[in-house]
Structure formats: C-alpha cells, structure tokens
C-alpha cells in the first residue's frame, strides 16, 4: 500500500519510489480465472464501490481495515468481516471526494461508524 499511498499523497507529482519495481517473470507462470462473485461477497461489493466512486471506495477501505483489526484482536468472527463492511457501504450515502480532506472525513466516519457497531 505505500505506492498507492504516496501517489495520493504526492498527486499530480511522482518522486522517486523506494520500493523495487515488480517483475511478474520472477515468478513463474501465472494462472487467472473470473473471480466467483457469489462466494466472494466482498470483492463484488468492492466492485460496487468503485463503480459507484466517490467516498465509497474510501469507505469500504476504512471498514474493511476496522473489520479485520477487531478480527485480529478476537473481537469478533472473521464472516463478521463482510458483513461490517457491507453495513458501513450501506449506511452512507453518495459523497464526492473533492480533497484531502473529504478523504480523512469519510475515513473517519467508515472507522467510527464500525467501531460503534461492535461496542
């Protein structure tokens, strides 16, 4: 995530990157096959929401990240995960993202919003 990260942070600009760049012949042969949206509730909803734009990306980011720490720390069952993430896609409506702050609001919101569901 640094990479997407600082592209973020540093748009229009591009510095230097510190990580090394990705060579996929290092690895081998690679197989991809369509995902299965049905088992994979999650990726369709992250689908969903970057279709839709806006805060919803940022959203579901947030959440999910909030999701898997309480996970991690045995708050609760990992298929909780989705279903956090989902309510939190579901509980805020359309927003645009306009700035840096739009994205720190909306990042805060998803956070707190899933937090208060599991206190």
Known sequence: MRIPIQYALLYPERKECPTKPLSLTD???LTFEKPDLETFDCLALCIEA???GGAYPCIVNAANEVAVSLF???KIRF???GELVRS???HFRFKEINNYEDVIAADTAARE???????
Do not use: F, M, P
């Open 27 to 29: 690895y081998g042969t």
């Open 88 to 90: 939190a896609y579901e």
């Open 113 to 119: 919003y899933v937090r208060n569901i599991v206190e």
């Open 72 to 74: 991690l720390n045995g």
């Open 79 to 81: 298929l909780q995960i």
């Open 50 to 52: 970057i279709t839709k």
